[in-house]
């Protein structure tokens, strides 16, 4: 089905907004059309799919040997080395706490990911951040861990304890960042435990990222946080 | 086993889902197909960005020797091919900010999450023809529209900056990227959806 199309005015502002050139007055009416129109942000991915596209114009040009010579000896190096003393101990260590604190069995860690690979992965980029987080309010006996790559746009989630939640509703992390809340994707435990991979949002990407917490929303409510906090990172 | 062992003959090419699960798997000869795929666009994108042959063969060994040390590609939200155009941007445009300092906006763009959506039609046909689509696109815009456009594009400069290089009104250049935007996506409408 192809997606609609949307009048004019409001075409304009989600690409001012793609574009990051919005005014305060604006965004302010463009978060208006959002909270009755959800399916608005089907047309900003739309238009970002429209500037992504835009690299697909650059000319092909084949790349000297060179390139091809130096990957072909970047994996030869990384394949000559035992993975586990390469990986950087501290990180290893961190992953197993991290899983070690979601209390997950071994088999259902191996259905959901391979966890302990994917955090050192994420551990080893130099943007990586790792919070740990605590329950507040109905979920105080909540504890858990977040690991952020900033660059690779991507979070793995590890909770445990988190209270189930009604069929409509899920939580949802977001980052504090210059005073804001940045809504970074939603989750809901599988029994009482949470372990995931969301992607993040591109707009983190240059925002020094100070607090992350988590709340009970309901699916759609992505704009700011409005159901209770039930989780807030610590230092 | 040798998880480089050859593997049967096969009438059909590999498809990328297949290629990255066997990068998973640790075999260097499906990288080595990625690279065949999609080494030209990669290095194409990161040399018209940064106007330097070393530093765009540097930021192309990047994108694709983190493809393979990563597991950062994540199929439900792209292709391989806009994620490996994604990455060999973003990469260059660094290189560029940390150059200059001049990069603002451009790190703001980058696809916004719609959860689980599927990939578009404008990811399922050929590299080729898309390319072909997204120039004729870019080609039907007022000419300044498409400048801009390109402008931020692939130099990662701000509207400012550009709006002095053009001896513009900055109003001018923020109405004609919206503008340009908008007729783009338009343009592209049934290889969006």
Redesign the interface.
């Given at each position: 089905?192809?997606?609609p199309?949307f009048e004019?005015r409001t075409?304009?502002l989600i690409?001012?907004y793609?574009?990051?050139?919005l005014e305060p007055e604006e965004i302010e009416e463009l978060e208006g059309l959002m909270n009755g129109h959800p399916e608005l942000?089907?047309e900003?991915?739309?238009?970002?799919?429209?500037?992504?596209?835009?690299?697909?114009?650059?000319?092909?040009?084949?790349?000297?040997e060179?390139?091809?010579a130096?990957?072909?000896t970047?994996?030869r190096k990384?394949?000559s080395r035992s993975k586990t003393p390469f990986l950087a101990r501290w990180a290893w260590v961190a992953a197993a706490v991290l899983l070690f604190g979601v209390g997950l069995d071994s088999f259902l860690l191996r259905q959901r990911l391979?966890p302990a690979?994917?955090i050192v992965?994420?551990l080893e980029?130099p943007n990586s951040r790792l919070f740990s987080l605590r329950g507040t309010g109905r979920a105080a006996d909540a504890s858990g861990s977040i690991v952020m790559?900033i660059?690779?746009?991507?979070a793995i989630v590890a909770i445990r304890g988190l209270p189930q939640l009604e069929d409509k509703k899920q939580y949802h992390l977001w980052a504090v960042a210059d005073g804001r809340k940045i809504f970074c994707?939603?989750f809901k435990p599988n029994g009482s435990s949470v372990l995931e991979?969301i992607?993040?949002?591109?707009?983190l990407?240059?925002l020094v990222v100070s607090q992350l917490t988590v709340t009970a929303e309901a699916a759609t409510s992505t704009d700011h946080p409005t159901g209770q906090e039930v989780m807030i990172s610590v230092l | 086993m040798n998880p480089d062992a050859p593997k049967p003959p096969s009438s059909a090419p590999p498809t990328d889902a297949q290629l990255i699960e066997a990068i998973r798997a640790g075999r260097t000869q499906a990288l080595e197909t990625i690279y065949e795929r999609y080494a030209s666009n990669v290095y194409g994108i990161a040399l018209q960005i940064l106007q330097d042959p070393q530093e765009a063969q540097d930021v192309s060994q990047d994108v694709f020797t983190t493809l393979w040390r990563t597991n950062a590609y994540n199929s439900e939200r792209g292709a391989l091919a806009s994620y490996l155009a994604i990455s060999a941007r973003s990469r260059a445009v660094d290189r560029l900010r940390a150059k200059s300092r001049k990069l603002r906006l451009a790190e703001r763009w980058g696809r916004i999450q719609v959860t689980n959506s599927p990939p578009s039609t404008l990811e399922q046909v050929s590299l080729g023809e898309r390319a072909e689509r997204v120039r004729a696109a870019l080609a039907l815009l007022p000419e300044t529209q498409r400048r801009i456009l390109e402008l931020v594009y692939f130099t990662g400069c701000t509207q400012a900056e550009i709006a002095r290089q053009l001896a513009l009104p900055l109003g001018t250049i923020k109405s004609s990227l919206r503008l340009g935007l908008v007729k783009l996506r338009r343009s592209l409408q049934d290889l969006l959806t």
């Amino acid at each position: 089905m192809d997606a609609p199309f949307f009048e004019e005015r409001t075409q304009v502002l989600i690409a001012g907004y793609v574009l990051g050139n919005l005014e305060p007055e604006e965004i302010e009416e463009l978060e208006g059309l959002m909270n009755g129109h959800p399916e608005l942000l089907v047309e900003i991915d739309r238009q970002c799919l429209a500037i992504e596209a835009i690299g697909l114009s650059a000319t092909p040009i084949k790349p000297p040997e060179a390139l091809r010579a130096a990957l072909v000896t970047d994996l030869r190096k990384w394949n000559s080395r035992s993975k586990t003393p390469f990986l950087a101990r501290w990180a290893w260590v961190a992953a197993a706490v991290l899983l070690f604190g979601v209390g997950l069995d071994s088999f259902l860690l191996r259905q959901r990911l391979q966890p302990a690979q994917e955090i050192v992965a994420i551990l080893e980029q130099p943007n990586s951040r790792l919070f740990s987080l605590r329950g507040t309010g109905r979920a105080a006996d909540a504890s858990g861990s977040i690991v952020m790559d900033i660059d690779a746009k991507t979070a793995i989630v590890a909770i445990r304890g988190l209270p189930q939640l009604e069929d409509k509703k899920q939580y949802h992390l977001w980052a504090v960042a210059d005073g804001r809340k940045i809504f970074c994707g939603g989750f809901k435990p599988n029994g009482s435990s949470v372990l995931e991979r969301i992607p993040l949002p591109s707009g983190l990407y240059s925002l020094v990222v100070s607090q992350l917490t988590v709340t009970a929303e309901a699916a759609t409510s992505t704009d700011h946080p409005t159901g209770q906090e039930v989780m807030i990172s610590v230092l | 086993m040798n998880p480089d062992a050859p593997k049967p003959p096969s009438s059909a090419p590999p498809t990328d889902a297949q290629l990255i699960e066997a990068i998973r798997a640790g075999r260097t000869q499906a990288l080595e197909t990625i690279y065949e795929r999609y080494a030209s666009n990669v290095y194409g994108i990161a040399l018209q960005i940064l106007q330097d042959p070393q530093e765009a063969q540097d930021v192309s060994q990047d994108v694709f020797t983190t493809l393979w040390r990563t597991n950062a590609y994540n199929s439900e939200r792209g292709a391989l091919a806009s994620y490996l155009a994604i990455s060999a941007r973003s990469r260059a445009v660094d290189r560029l900010r940390a150059k200059s300092r001049k990069l603002r906006l451009a790190e703001r763009w980058g696809r916004i999450q719609v959860t689980n959506s599927p990939p578009s039609t404008l990811e399922q046909v050929s590299l080729g023809e898309r390319a072909e689509r997204v120039r004729a696109a870019l080609a039907l815009l007022p000419e300044t529209q498409r400048r801009i456009l390109e402008l931020v594009y692939f130099t990662g400069c701000t509207q400012a900056e550009i709006a002095r290089q053009l001896a513009l009104p900055l109003g001018t250049i923020k109405s004609s990227l919206r503008l340009g935007l908008v007729k783009l996506r338009r343009s592209l409408q049934d290889l969006l959806t």
